[in-house]
């Protein structure tokens, strides 16, 4: 039967990802090191990093699991196996982004630093950059982040084109000035924490003199992605096949 080929095929997906959990959760004992200080900056992000991939294994084999649970459902009379393949369709199209999303998370305001400029100094180190709005977003999304938007404008990693386009900073085929209102869905302690510590790029930003200001929220509103473009190449197997 198929679910009896979707329940293996997960049941395989779900030993590979105990195999990489297991890696990623591996001790190797190599002794005690000193370290400089200059890099205990670099390896806090690094653990908070390997933390987030931790979580985000756990939490898809547990995906696994449910999907598991529900295609044993489905073979119940009472359930329809088409009603569990419509919900996981909804959930993909929300994590591709093509559904508006609400949620717990933070609201990240980033505009221009409105200091005296010392003697000397770039006046673009003054200046909200898209290097600096994509390193907030790599924060946001190793905190954990499960969804991201900029001035409304949904994020999606490979398809949102985000360039500075001199004073304004191009979303989406869209252009927009200061300030910069990140919104990101996703465990508010983590996001706040990797916003407002020292050890984010936010508080980078901070000591530059840039404004930062982080609010948590319990309703954090993201709409879907607006930069889709119809596909001029792309065609189904069975179209292309003779």
Known sequence: M????????????????????????????????????????????????E???????????????????????AQDPEVSFASVLIEEIRLYKAFAGY???????????????????QSGEDPNTLIVHDYDIRALIDDLRNAGAEAIAINNQRILLGKTEL????????????????????????????????????????????QIGLYVEVNSSINVKIPAYSGYKNPLYLNLMEEIMP
């Open 2 to 49: 198929k679910v009896n080929r979707s329940k293996a095929l997960i049941m395989m997906l779900m030993i590979t990802l105990g195999i990489l959990i297991a890696l990623q959760l591996k001790v190797t004992n190599l002794g005690y090191k000193y370290v400089q200080i200059s890099d205990l900056d670099g390896l806090q992000r690094t653990i908070v990093k």
């Open 51 to 73: 933390k987030a991939e931790i979580e985000r294994l756990l939490a898809l084999k547990d995906q696994l699991i449910e999907k598991t649970v529900q295609y044993e459902a």
């Open 99 to 117: 559904t508006d999303l609400a949620g717990p998370g933070v609201v990240v305001i980033v505009s221009d630093g409105e200091r005296d400029l």
């Open 163 to 206: 360039y500075c386009t001199g004073p304004t900073i191009l979303i989406n085929n869209q252009v927009f000035a200061q300030p910069y209102v990140i919104t990101a869905i996703g465990n508010r302690d983590r996001l706040i924490e990797v916003t407002e510590g020292p050890s984010g790029y936010a508080g980078l930003l901070r």
